[in-house]
């Protein structure tokens, strides 16, 4: 095609999708910033779920929006890509994710015996993420899957393998039937409300490779490094946590990543820290991440008002409670902020929190889980569309940073039509 037919192109996209001009295009005739705006397709999920809700001002608004434009927004953060339909921490997740208008995709960080970074949830998930199980790869596994209820539980890690032979596994939905009476059939069990369509072509990346796709899709960072199942391993490895939380880092400044592009987090603040001390620039939007959950066992409870303030005073900017810690279910049964979150804001701390789409809501909060125990009787969330009632306050009253989701689309459509960055 001639260049001034992409040109011409190009600018008739910038009038459709109210865009930018074409200041500082790259060889295609698209500027950077023009061409990740023109590749967002939100697909029908988030106008069925506004279509869905009670009559109400803000139905009306989200109505408004129906016909975009829509655009890449920081606000919408794609966690593990874009996990809801898509293998998490796969390729084709993080390009979904992208694709979804997530301004920010993250990479769970863990490691492999030969010491490489790795995108995974957790060091020992294998068993349920891959075929790990169904390939000759199993007896190399903690604990090999042997067969129908076996105690203990199959334990497949990441450090148990050699790169190479992690990336000769095929990455799946978060599932398993432990009952089942083969190695292929302990791969199923995918909850009814997800889907094994896009499972045929995903691959397992390192942690390198994701920040080169995240790069060449125009997005942010917000790594995780994961703690491990096996701390002695971190030690064997690593040579200590330090050391493991530097190589993180490191990894990021040799690909090039400005600081002010990534997100990194933990749920370890002895890895905040010492992010904060040791690379400032990193560390000073580090995420530290919230454990608060009373149904661990033991409960885990959330911080003081002067443990809040103290995260502030050594460094910390940016808390990231799970979405049901910031939220309440008032005697009108509409939704507001929690004590908690007004606690966090008032000790001057950001927040980001998780995860949206990551439950089933179509029989209402009461059925959904540990992300909506804000509402337990379902008094206020009572269906799916009811998620943008949460999402709504989150923003506005909240006022969150942004929010990881399961699928990224949902919460750009809310931000775009809300006109946040």
Not at 77 to 91: C, N
Not at 244 to 272: C, E, H, M, W
Not at 287 to 301: E, F, K, Q, R
Not at 384 to 408: E, T, Y
Request: hydrophobic share 35%.
């Amino acid at each position: 095609m001639k260049t001034t037919t992409i040109l011409a192109v190009a600018m008739a996209m910038s009038t459709t999708i109210g865009c930018a001009s074409l200041a500082h295009a790259d060889r295609d005739g698209y500027s950077h910033h023009e061409k990740h705006k023109a590749a967002i397709q939100l697909g029908p999920r988030p106008f069925y779920l506004v279509e869905g809700m009670d009559d109400s001002k803000l139905k009306d608004r989200l109505m408004q929006c129906k016909n975009g434009p829509f655009y890449r927004t920081d606000f919408s953060i794609g966690h593990r890509g874009a996990a809801m339909q898509f293998p998490e921490h796969s390729d084709v997740a993080y390009r979904a994710g992208a694709r979804m208008g997530a301004g920010i995709v993250e990479c769970d960080v863990t490691f492999t015996k030969d010491g490489e970074l790795v995108c995974r949830h957790s060091e020992c998930d294998l068993q349920t993420t891959t075929n790990i199980v169904a390939t000759e790869l199993n007896n190399k596994c903690t604990v090999p899957w042997s067969g129908p209820g076996q105690t203990p539980k199959p334990q497949c890690c990441t450090s148990d393998l050699s790169l190479d032979e992690f990336k000769s596994l095929t990455p799946k939905m978060d599932a398993s039937n432990p009952a089942a009476t083969t190695a292929e059939g302990y791969l199923g069990g995918t909850a009814n409300w997800r889907t094994d369509l896009y499972t045929g072509r995903a691959k397992v990346v390192t942690f390198k490779e994701s920040i080169a796709l995240n790069q060449s899709l125009g997005v942010k960072h917000t790594p995780e490094l994961k703690s491990a199942s096996h701390q002695d391993r971190i030690d064997t490895i690593f040579g200590g946590q330090q050391v493991y939380a530097q190589k993180f880092i490191d990894t990021l400044k040799q690909a090039g990543v400005k600081p002010r592009d990534a997100f990194v987090q933990s749920f370890n603040k002895d890895d905040i820290l010492y992010w904060i001390q040791n690379e400032p620039a990193f560390g000073k939007q580090a995420v530290y991440l919230d454990s608060i959950d009373p149904t661990a066992n033991p409960p885990v409870a959330r911080l003081s008002f002067d443990e809040l303030k103290q995260l502030k005073q050594q460094g910390v900017r940016i808390f990231s409670p799970p979405m049901w810690a910031l939220l309440a279910v008032n005697d009108a049964g509409e939704v507001i902020p929690s004590a908690y979150a007004k606690d966090i804001k008032n000790a001057g701390l950001d927040i980001i929190t998780w995860t949206f789409e990551r439950a089933d809501l179509r029989q209402g909060a009461s059925k959904a889980g540990w992300y909506y125990m804000f509402d337990p009787q379902g008094r206020a969330i009572k269906k799916d569309s009811d998620m943008f009632k949460a999402l709504d306050v989150l923003a506005q009253q909240v006022k969150i940073l942004g929010i990881f989701s399961d699928w990224p689309a949902t919460v750009t459509y809310y931000a775009n039509c809300m006109g946040l960055k």
